[in-house]
Structures are given as C-alpha cells and as structure tokens.
C-alpha cells in the first residue's frame, strides 16, 4: 500500500498517458453527463465524477468495431482475408468497482470458456487499470446487493481510495506494483487499513434504503429464477412494460451479446463488423424458416433476468450478472430495471 496527495494523483495518469491510450471519467461541459472517454489530457478526468452514462466496457468491448477485413478476387479466385486487431496499449483511470466487476464478468465470457475470443483478447492483454473506490454511493446504485462494490477486490492493477487529503494506492498486480515504485509513493502503514474500512463502511451507510433491503432478497429471488418458480403472470406483466429498445442491454457492464455484419466497401473489399445485439429485440432468436422459439416479448424478458440472476450464470462466471449500477433502472422506458423486477418478485413471495 502507498500514500499520495490530492492534488497530486492526477500525476499518476500523466504518466500513464506516456505509454497507453489514456480512457477516464469524463464529465460533459454542455450536458452536465459523465462518459467514459479517450482523453488527450490527464485533467480531463474527474475522479469525483459520477458513474458515467454507457459503461467503460466500450473500452474492451466496442459497440461496433471491425475484426476482419477480406476481398475475393474473382479473376484469381483467391481471398485475401486481414485481421484487424485493435493492439493499442490503453489505460482505464479511475474506473468504478461496478464498472470493473462488469469487465472481470466479460473476461470470465470471452477469455474463461472452452472457446477464446482473440479480438477480445488483443483488448485486454495491453491494459493498465486503476479503480477508485466509491466513498459515496450514487442514487441509483445497488452494488451492495451484488458483492460489487463499493470497493474493489480484484481486477485492478492499483485502487484509489480517497481518505481524507490523501489518496490510498492499493497494487493488484506485479505491473502495478511496479508502477507505484516507479512513481516513488510513499509506503502505507496497516493502520490505514482501519481507515479504509472505516470509509467504505461509512459509504454502505449512506445507500438508499430500498438498495440495502434488496440485498436479503438477491439470493431468494435468485432460487425462484433459476427454479422457475414465479408465475407466468409476473413475467406477462414485465413484459407488459417492456418497448423491447434494448437500452437495458446497451448500458449493462456485463452484457455480452453481439451480432456480425458483412458489408461491402466502394473497393470492392469487405468489412465484417461486430455490434452489440440485445436478447430485448424480437430477432434475435429469430431463425431460419422464419421461426422463433421466443417469440413473446414475456418470454424473452425472463430470458434476460435469468441471465442476470441465476446460479447457473453466477456457477459460469463465478459471480451473478448484475453489478448493481442502476443503469437498466435509469435508462428503462418501462421501468422494469432490475431493481423493479426484484421488488414485484418480492411481491409476489410476500403476496
């Protein structure tokens, strides 16, 4: 553990800028919204900023990127196919516990199953993370309800925490470690281990009462899920509410559905591009024939919520799938964000 000064932390991203593509919390002069951006400058980054509007899995996980390019030449009948691995070294500052367990989620999906996504991997292999503890919960959030926050456990190369004039600097990894003695930070006694604890347990106190409640119910609702015990009624009535746009999907950290395009360049060329998809719309079980196994919007609702909260997905990526950002409940026209989807199971428990 090392020490460093308010105003001084900043120098910590400076230098990180010398040797990655620098991406923080950026807080919008017009609009007043926080997003995860590239920056050319270190003071862009608001380390005090709220949890920003799109997750930073756009990071490692573009909402559309190229991950092949090919050409046939008819003449020759021979393909010329290229890869177009993004190979930029990055470095998230500043990145949310929430936002960081949504990427150890996706590592846990693109990188820990029987098959290994190399364009996925190419992003993640050159990455420096540096994580900033939550010492005052934002509105939405529920990251207690979910093991998520708000501290990190894992995942980051070095966590900040704010404590008081100073900022704790906790090393993850060896190449963090390195980091920290490169810059020269003072050494950490163990007491501001009882400091730390002190901050964070002073962050759960101030969240919502309605996040704190929810949190005995995960774990019962998680049962009902994954069981298949909650009337078809619940689901009808989510699926009532839903206007099946996808925004739940598009803001989720952990969300990792995806589509792939063919189109055609004036050169005669051919990109293939990756896209985000979301199981909200009505084609995305759609099959050949026209046919599709999920055709009710209730159907693919449960669909959804099962991915988030059963002990199958939780058995996969060792954890459940929601992180407890309240971004689906911020975002959603329905207002059937997790939140609300827990609370009307809840209902339906407690009749």
Same mark, same amino acid.
């Given at each position: 553990?090392?020490?460093?000064?308010?105003?001084?932390?900043?120098?910590?991203?400076?230098?990180?800028?010398?040797?990655?593509?620098?991406?923080?919390?950026?807080?919008?002069?017009?609009?007043?919204?926080?997003?995860?951006?590239?920056?050319?400058?270190?003071?862009?980054?608001?380390?005090?900023?709220?949890?920003?509007?799109?997750?930073?899995?756009?990071?490692?996980?573009?909402?559309?990127?190229?991950?092949?390019?090919?050409?046939?030449?008819?003449?020759?009948?021979?393909?010329?196919?290229?890869?177009?691995?993004?190979?930029r070294?990055?470095?998230?500052?500043?990145i949310?516990?929430?936002?960081?367990?949504?990427?150890?989620?996706?590592?846990?999906?693109?990188?820990?199953?029987?098959?290994?996504?190399?364009?996925?991997?190419?992003?993640?292999?050159?990455? =420096? #993370?540096?994580s900033?503890?939550?010492?005052?919960?934002?509105? $939405? /959030? &529920?990251?207690?309800?979910?093991? !998520?926050?708000?501290?990190?456990?894992?995942?980051?190369?070095?966590?900040?925490?704010?404590i008081g004039?100073?900022?704790?600097?906790?090393?993850?990894?060896?190449?963090?470690?390195?980091?920290?003695?490169?810059?020269?930070?003072?050494?950490?006694?163990?007491?501001?281990?009882?400091?730390?604890k002190?901050?964070?347990?002073?962050?759960?106190?101030?969240?919502?009462?309605?996040?704190?409640?929810?949190?005995?119910w995960?774990?019962?609702?998680?049962?009902?899920?994954?069981?298949? =015990? #909650?009337?078809?009624?619940?689901?009808?009535?989510?699926?009532? $509410? /839903? &206007?099946?746009?996808?925004?739940? !999907?598009?803001?989720?950290?952990?969300?990792?559905?995806?589509?792939?395009?063919?189109?055609?360049?004036?050169?005669?060329?051919?990109?293939?591009?990756?896209?985000?998809?979301?199981?909200?719309?009505?084609?995305?079980?759609?099959?050949?024939?026209?046919?599709?196994?999920?055709?009710?919007?209730?159907?693919?609702?449960?669909?959804?919520?099962?991915?988030?909260?059963?002990?199958?997905?939780?058995?996969?990526?060792?954890?459940?799938?929601?992180?407890?950002?309240?971004r689906?409940?911020?975002?959603?026209?329905?207002?059937?964000?997790?939140?609300?989807?827990?609370?009307?199971?809840?209902?339906?428990?407690?009749?």
């Amino acid at each position: 553990m090392y020490l460093i000064e308010k105003n001084n932390v900043m120098k910590l991203a400076e230098e990180l800028a010398k040797s990655y593509d620098l991406y923080g919390p950026v807080i919008d002069n017009e609009t007043k919204q926080v997003f995860f951006n590239k920056v050319e400058s270190a003071s862009e980054i608001s380390l005090t900023a709220e949890i920003p509007a799109l997750p930073p899995k756009t990071v490692v996980f573009p909402q559309i990127e190229r991950i092949t390019q090919y050409k046939y030449d008819k003449v020759g009948k021979k393909a010329e196919i290229a890869m177009t691995y993004d190979d930029r070294s990055k470095a998230i500052f500043g990145i949310r516990p929430c936002d960081l367990t949504g990427i150890i989620v996706l590592d846990r999906f693109f990188l820990g199953q029987e098959f290994v996504d190399d364009v996925y991997k190419e992003h993640r292999k050159r990455m =420096f #993370i540096v994580s900033n503890t939550c010492v005052v919960p934002f509105k $939405q /959030c &529920f990251c207690v309800c979910t093991d !998520s926050g708000p501290a990190a456990d894992e995942g980051y190369d070095l966590n900040l925490t704010e404590i008081g004039d100073m900022y704790l600097v906790e090393t993850g990894s060896e190449k963090g470690k390195a980091f920290a003695e490169k810059m020269g930070l003072k050494p950490a006694g163990d007491e501001y281990i009882a400091l730390k604890k002190k901050v964070i347990d002073k962050s759960i106190s101030l969240f919502e009462k309605v996040a704190t409640d929810n949190k005995a119910w995960i774990s019962r609702i998680m049962n009902r899920v994954t069981t298949g =015990f #909650i009337k078809d009624e619940v689901w009808k009535h989510i699926g009532n $509410q /839903c &206007f099946e746009c996808g925004a739940c !999907s598009f803001v989720c950290p952990t969300c990792s559905c995806f589509n792939i395009e063919d189109h055609n360049r004036f050169d005669g060329s051919t990109d293939r591009l990756r896209e985000w998809d979301s199981c909200s719309f009505e084609g995305y079980t759609k099959m050949a024939g026209d046919h599709n196994p999920r055709h009710p919007v209730e159907d693919r609702r449960n669909k959804r919520f099962f991915c988030k909260l059963s002990y199958s997905q939780s058995k996969k990526y060792l954890r459940p799938g929601c992180v407890g950002c309240g971004r689906c409940q911020w975002v959603c026209p329905g207002d059937i964000g997790l939140p609300n989807v827990v609370t009307y199971i809840r209902r339906e428990i407690t009749e």
